[in-house]
């Protein structure tokens, strides 16, 4: 028998194969030349669909940077569960895995971050349309953020929003950062970000 899908099921999966096109046309030609148009083709659908996920290409890409920044604080969050104390070997690992993230990802996504942000700074109509959703991305990371550490058992030393945009303003430079001049920086930004956490004793 063949499963039948709910429409919430139809648009998230539709809103996903978006996101995956959008990461990889925005990837491929850069956020200012890439069109919906392009994006809509890759992902096998009509502009329309689109519009029907996102308000304009502004709110697509901050989407997309969104979803990354998930999978980065997933990989995060999945060695700090089974850790009852962040030493060398946990740091190390959380470091390998942001490494691969970043790779697998390639560094033209991280350029895009610093690409959509130079955007923004010489388009002031376009900062303001997407301000209250930049906003909203950082709130949802920040409360994506806090669920982790509660289900770690541990505490933020910081407030969840500073933490959240913190690793919005960092993630994309450390990755450029290590590629282009051939340097580890995930390691020591590791670090600075678990020094704001308070594990369980």
């Not at 148009?37 to 290409?57: L, M, V």
């Not at 697509?60 to 995060?76: G, I």
């Not at 994309?172 to 369980?200: F, H, N, T, W």
């Amino acid at each position: 028998m063949v499963e039948r899908w709910t429409r919430e099921r139809r648009l998230e999966h539709t809103r996903s194969v978006l996101l995956d096109a959008a990461e990889e046309v925005f990837a491929e030609k850069g956020f200012t030349p890439a069109t919906l148009d392009d994006i809509a083709r890759a992902a096998g659908y009509t502009k329309g669909a689109i519009y029907k996920h996102f308000d304009t290409k502004e709110e697509l890409f901050l989407a997309v940077s969104d979803r990354y920044w998930r999978r980065y604080f997933d990989n995060f969050a999945e060695v700090m569960s089974s850790a009852s104390r962040v030493g060398a070997d946990e740091l190390d690992e959380i470091a390998e895995r942001w490494r691969q993230l970043s790779i697998d990802r390639g560094a033209e996504h991280a350029a895009l971050g610093l690409e959509f942000t130079l955007y923004l700074l010489r388009n002031p109509e376009a900062r303001e349309r997407v301000e209250a959703k930049r906003a909203e991305v950082v709130d949802q990371l920040a409360e994506f953020i806090v669920e982790g550490m509660s289900q770690l058992g541990a505490t933020l030393l910081i407030e969840p929003s500073t933490f959240a945009r913190a690793l919005v303003a960092t993630s994309d430079s450390v990755v450029l950062g290590s590629q282009l001049d051939a340097v580890d920086l995930y390691r020591p930004m590791v670090e600075m970000y678990v020094s704001v956490i308070k594990l369980p004793d």
